[in-house]
């Protein structure tokens, strides 16, 4: 399967292995299929696969020559809490929640950074490509811990994690602190996320430090959402919430389903519109934002536009106001026109807006509907659930959610609708507590109010949770934004051997 950049006209091939390597085009691009897949399928087979099977089915369509046997039952072990990985619950208060926060750092990253490491290994492996690699990364929380989980003590890595010092949940700061692997560094930045991922990206494209790697045999890359490789694995779990509404009798094979997405970066929606693409019945993709909603707005006038304030809310993972996965759609319901892609995203950089052509936002209406939920719409509605089900959301779960209920309410639509848990109640507990009217422990450690919030909760505390409380925590480095490259080449030198 070849792989080509969103932005080139030209459409320069580029195989699986390279795609997954360099992470991001020459030209700044995104890497998409050269030609889609379009596999042939038994939706009734749907009931009786296994994540497993299902996830090594959507690899084969995806990187069919790359060496994966392995990759799959390694990924997708006994790390996760739940034998189904993705299980989706019953209706709970007017929807189904697929549950992707099983896996060891308690959000829906794990999915593919479990799966990551190993796409690269295989990578490297078959274009004999013996580099170390460095996995570079800034992070507001999830990412962050879900790298150094997917990468620890993976030979011919090394992560180093960049984190605001003050701007990340007491439960994210223990999951970094406590990660244990020869080839992971932390690093706590004197600054806020923005300024953390500023001086990344000028890393990546400073070229003296470039040279130093090269020197060394090592190379950067990335694991955030623009990586195909991290793209791909979000799409088995669309297919598995559908076989688990087959086999609870909710759908017929061929009915169709919708999905309600909170959306960031816009990978894990744009994971549900591939699997549209590939065959799956999918009817509405509700594209859910919290306050930041410039998403909301594309939507509804086609135009995105980034020149607005930025707010810090109470789902921290979905502040974000440039959501690069986007353009990989844009490439798509244009008919991959890449001169088009490329002249937007250059207005998007140059005067940070763009507007889309007309016939292109009605295509994207037939698929799409987009909704937003402010910090106290989030409170009412985890309150909400909780009243009426018994059941406990975290408060980027409840964004999709407010928007699945909305959508419904406006559209009429019977379709039954799935709400795409992204993370665990326990990963925010203070949040949650607040929103339920409990007080909330103040100098919050982040596990006297899982503590709290065990206590209301019916269920037992997953595996993933308890582990929080053996965690050993590690003393972290510290650096200035200005500092970060000269960190990053001491932590290269001490390591080198
Ligand atoms: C990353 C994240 C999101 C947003 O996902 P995107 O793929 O960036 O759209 C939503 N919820 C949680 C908990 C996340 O960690």
Known sequence: MNYRSTRDPNAQLYTDAQAIIQGLAPDGGLFVPAAFPQP????T???TSSYQ???QTVLQWFFPHLPTTATVPAAYGAQWDHPRIAPLTPVHAGSYYLELFHGPTLAFKDVALQVLPHLLQAAKHQTKDTKETIILTATSGDTGTAALRGFRNVAGTRVIVFYPQHGISPIQEAQMRSQQGDNLHV???????DQAQTTVKEIFNDPTLAAVLA???QHFSSANSMNIGRLIPQITYYFSAYGQLLRQGVIQAGDQVNFAVPTGNFGDILAGYYAAKLGLPVGRLICASNKNNVLTDFFTTGTYDKRREFFVTNSPSMDILVSSNLERLLFDVSGGDAELVQQLMHELQDQGHYSLPTELLTKLKQLFAAEYATPDEIQTEINRVFKEANYLIDPHTAVGSIAAHRYRTLSDDPRPCVVVATASPYKFPETVLQSLDNTVP???TGLDAIEQLAQLDPRPLTAGVEELFT?????VLTTTPAAMPRMVLDILKKTDK
């Open 442 to 444: 103040s100098q919050s």
């Open 40 to 43: 042939q399928f038994d939706l």
């Open 187 to 193: 690093v706590a930045v004197k600054g806020n996320f």
């Open 53 to 55: 099977q299902l996830a």
């Open 471 to 475: 965690n050993q925590p590690q003393p």
């Open 215 to 217: 020197s060394h045999q």
């Open 45 to 47: 087979r749907l009931t």
